[in-house]
């Protein structure tokens, strides 16, 4: 039954709404006042009386959430269809955008998407239902910060199109409408709140403009929506005369019938010109009663406390914060109150976490490293050493002796003592067996216990036994059965090295080395130097059973062990190297110190920071940040800059400040000197409202990298280095034009302060991120960020300008020995050419010297052996080093 009346008031209402204005029985319309107190909306007259020829930017939201069904969503579409019909669409007169929304908004199209009304209709009609929540206050928060935004559409401020919003929705918000409404018609926009069925009025209300009776309908469900078509089409095509006339105006103007007046947005009232505004100062136009401080918002005043203290319910008293009290400050064991928050504190023996709010225990064992021997014991106010089982722990309280048990008791072993770790035991000497008193031993009879299988007579040594033969035999190798001695054996052979049986003789033979004289008996050493080819340069010497090779005086060895070099070729020429002179075989090479690149003369060295870069720096301008903050974000942005070498030949730097908005502060042609480019830095205005990153990355790949703007082209493979610093989550997507720019090189490093999102820093910044994203807690330590990202423009700087160890010089009269390139050696398509380059150098037309290179040579084998061998050992170090730091954290890890 109540369900019924609802319904049929709701039907009566419709239908008293649905009637023209000048028959409803509204209050008489209250005259347009001239003060800041005035509530006819600034918008509502500026549509003119006929739709042809009329100039508006048209925006409608459409509820899609899963209240309305399939039946009444088409009539929404038919409705907007129908309002269509008597716009005069096109670029220069109507213009026309459509937002739908549930949980999120979607911009089914923006009011520069469309040119003709029947590509609008198309638009309209293949839409498709969202089916989720009501977020209206998300919709019209869109339509106010991108929908209406000059990028997107819509026409500026200054030209007096009137902006318009029709919203319609069948249920209650999920989220706040009034305070984001608000802001939307004190920028102008004249918004159309239509709700059909069940819908709040009150709600309604906070949504359309004033006055409400012009601005607010509510209809008993969607088949009468179709009714407010005539409605509107008179509202939307009344005559503007402000835009007809020189109206003088300084922020709004006005219709009325037949003339027009100005107006003041919120905040504003009119002076007594009737055309100026003056900026409304409530704090000191009425009792504002604040305790401390009172502060001028838009349309009226609020009061604030000083830090440390909160305000009291009345709004203007204050009372300090007691910040201890309430439960979410987290600290494990105490909670002390300072001036303007509190901090935690531990109990005795434990110390604060790096988090500021937990306590673990102190390791006085890891602080003070006392020296144990064995262990340390953590205690509550300190530690003390103690030793392992079976040691006892000497005066000075750090090392440990082993309890001699054998020593303290009468403990009656035979032979042998043996401390264990609590008690002792008895043993016996080699050769003997513990008895079963466990104390006594006896020795033990090998031959007797075993099978030995002696052929003449068994002997008992002292770990087992051996088998002996009668006089002139010997034991045969078997150990067991005896043979009759040989001539060898008899000793009267004469052989000097050695002697060999055979049969019923012997022969002499040498050691190797040496070879038989003519008395076949003694031997004499062999002359290897001239028995074999051995290859030496200079000279050969014979050493033991081999050669060695040597080289003249000012000449040494090479890697192959033959042939020869001159000392030291970078002291025994003028190199002209301008850092660093490296022998590199019968020639050298010149390299520069860390942080510097060699020049293209291969002798000189340059900062790598003066090669040629275009860098983009996309900073985040939003009110979360703060203008301190933001001052710090400066400097750091200053301190990037020092470190180039800011010319139009080597490092081209642009600006770009994003809230809500992009602001390009300076593009890569703007500045050619540092000088300017900080003072441009140090006058850069804080904008200080949302935070659109997404926006901002659209920017920079759409525009910023463009010749136009001073970026080189790409046929110049300059770099092209992006540095994001956002301190907050983006209120759009970032991840799209991210990637984009990383798929057209352009190296991205995000810089994360105090709440960035990690998620999003990570999609920002490019592979690998460990080496592209910086975060700070907080802005104090930005100058460690400063320096990492400094040093990895620098890295990638050197990677793109060039070589490092070009060939600097040679000595006279002399080949250049063929050099390896092997920072990256074992990589699978350096190493081939590494190879190719040692085997295959560039021939000079008519060069003898490379006519006779033969790449089968030992030396050059060798020489790619030992320069891999090097690579090897530099890896094997690093190896050790990583190593060493690990075990060193385990250690750390293991007396926390």
């Known amino acids: 039954m109540e369900k019924m009346l609802v319904g049929c008031f709701l039907l009566i209402l419709g239908q008293i709404l649905l009637l023209p204005a000048e028959a409803r029985e509204w209050p008489p319309s209250r005259s347009i006042s001239r003060g800041r107190h005035a509530r006819t909306h600034p918008q509502t007259a500026l549509l003119e009386s006929s739709c042809e020829n009329k100039r508006a930017d048209v925006v409608f939201i459409i509820d899609s959430s899963r209240s309305v069904n399939t039946h009444d969503y088409a009539k929404v579409k038919e409705f907007i269809v129908d309002i269509l019909q008597f716009l005069d669409i096109g670029p220069d007169v109507t213009r026309v955008g459509l937002l739908q929304y549930g949980s999120t908004v979607k911009n089914e199209f923006s009011l520069k998407t469309f040119k003709r009304k029947s590509e609008v209709e198309h638009a309209v009609k293949r839409m498709r239902h969202l089916s989720t929540g009501t977020m209206t206050g998300l919709a019209i928060q869109y339509a106010l910060n991108i929908a209406f935004s000059e990028a997107e559409g819509a026409r500026p401020l200054r030209e007096n199109v009137p902006r318009v919003i029709m919203i319609v929705t069948d249920g209650r918000p999920q989220d706040s409408v009034a305070e984001v409404a608000a802001k939307a018609r004190d920028t102008g926009i004249l918004i159309f709140a239509i709700g059909v069925g069940q819908v709040d009025f009150n709600t309604l209300k906070t949504i359309g403009s004033e006055p409400h009776e012009d601005h607010v309908f509510l209809v008993a469900n969607f088949s009468q929506i179709e009714s407010l078509t005539s409605v509107f089409q008179n509202k939307l095509c009344i005559q503007d005369l402000c835009a007809a006339e020189d109206h003088g105006c300084e922020q709004l103007c006005v219709n009325l019938l037949g003339s027009f007046v100005c107006q003041c947005y919120s905040g504003y009232t009119l002076a007594e010109d009737g055309k100026r505004c003056v900026a409304v100062d409530y704090c000191t136009s009425e009792n504002h009663g604040c305790e401390h401080e009172c502060v001028n918002t838009d349309s009226s005043y609020f009061c604030r406390c000083p830090k440390g203290f909160a305000l009291n319910p009345d709004k203007k008293t204050c009372t300090k914060i007691d910040y201890c009290t309430s439960p979410d400050h987290g600290c494990q064991h105490e909670c002390v109150n300072t001036d303007d928050s509190y901090s935690c504190r531990c109990l005795k023996g434990f110390t604060l976490n790096p988090d500021q709010k937990t306590c673990r225990r102190i390791n006085y064992c890891a602080l003070n490293k006392p020296g144990c021997e064995h262990e340390c014991v953590n205690t509550e106010e300190g530690y003390y050493c103690r030793c392992h089982r079976g040691y006892t722990l000497d005066p000075n309280g750090k090392t440990c002796s082993r309890v001699d048990h ?162 030291d070729v970078c002291k025994s020429t003028h190199h002209g190297c301008e850092h660093i002179c490296v022998n590199r075989g019968s020639s050298y090479i010149c390299k520069c110190s860390k942080g510097f690149i060699l020049a293209e003369d291969g002798r000189r060295c340059k900062r790598c920071t003066e090669g040629p870069v275009d860098l983009v720096f996309v900073i985040d301008g939003s009110k979360s940040l703060g203008e301190e903050n933001f001052e710090i974000v400066k400097q750091f942005v200053t301190g990037i ?238 190896l050790e080093e990583m190593t060493q730091r690990m075990e060193a954290l385990e250690n750390r890890l293991r007396y926390r």
């Not at 807690?777 to 700087?797: N, P």
């Open 641 to 878: 800059i020092d470190s180039l070498a800011i010319s139009p030949k080597a490092a081209r730097v642009g600006l770009l400040q994003y809230s809500t908005q992009v602001r390009t502060e300076f593009t890569l042609r703007n500045f050619s000197s540092a000088k300017d480019m900080k003072k441009a830095v140090a006058h850069m205005k804080y904008m200080g409202k949302g935070s659109m990153t997404g926006l901002a990355l659209k920017h920079m790949f759409e525009r910023s990298f463009t010749q136009v703007e001073g970026a080189r082209p790409l046929s110049a493979r300059v770099p092209r280095v992006v540095i994001v610093l956002t301190d907050g989550r983006a209120q759009d997507d970032v991840s799209e034009w991210a990637s984009k720019a990383q798929a057209k090189g352009v190296t991205m490093y995000a810089v994360g302060v105090g709440k960035a999102i990690e998620e999003e820093l990570q999609e920002i910044a490019s592979e690998p991120t460990e080496e592209h994203l910086f975060y700070a807690e907080d802005f104090s330590t930005m100058g460690e960020i400063s320096d990492k990202l400094r040093k990895g423009i620098c890295e990638a700087l050197e990677d793109s300008g060039g070589r490092q160890d070009s060939p600097a010089g040679e000595l006279p009269k002399r080949a250049r020995q063929p050099t390896v390139q092997h920072r990256y050696l074992f990589e699978e398509n350096n190493l081939a050419r590494s190879t190719q380059k040692l085997f295959h150098p560039t021939k000079s037309s008519g060069s003898p010297l490379a006519e006779k290179h033969n790449q089968c040579k030992c030396e050059n084998l060798i020489m790619f052996q030992n320069l891999a061998n090097e690579e090897v050992r530099k890896l094997t170090q690093r």
């Open 406 to 567: 054998c020593a303290e008791q009468d403990h009656g072993c035979a032979q042998l003592c043996l401390n264990t770790g609590d008690s002792f035991v008895c043993q016996c000497l080699e050769g003997f067996l513990i008895n079963e008193d466990l104390k006594t031993c006896s020795r033990v009879d090998y031959c007797l216990l075993s099978d030995h299988g002696c052929e003449y007579s068994c002997v008992n040594t002292d770990r087992s036994f051996a088998c002996q033969c009668p006089e002139e035999h010997v034991l045969r190798s078997d150990g067991k059965t005896c043979a009759k001695l040989d001539s060898c054996a008899l000793g009267n052979h004469g052989c000097e090295h050695s002697c060999v049986s055979s049969g019923g003789s012997f022969v002499c033979q040498c050691f190797e080395g040496y070879i038989l004289r003519e008395d076949r008996k003694t031997c004499r050493r062999k002359d290897t130097c001239q028995a074999v080819d051995h290859g030496c340069e200079h000279i050969c010497v014979n050493s033991d059973e081999s050669y060695i090779c040597k080289c003249l005086e000012g000449f040494r060895l090479a890697e192959d062990g033959k042939h020869c070099r001159r000392k």
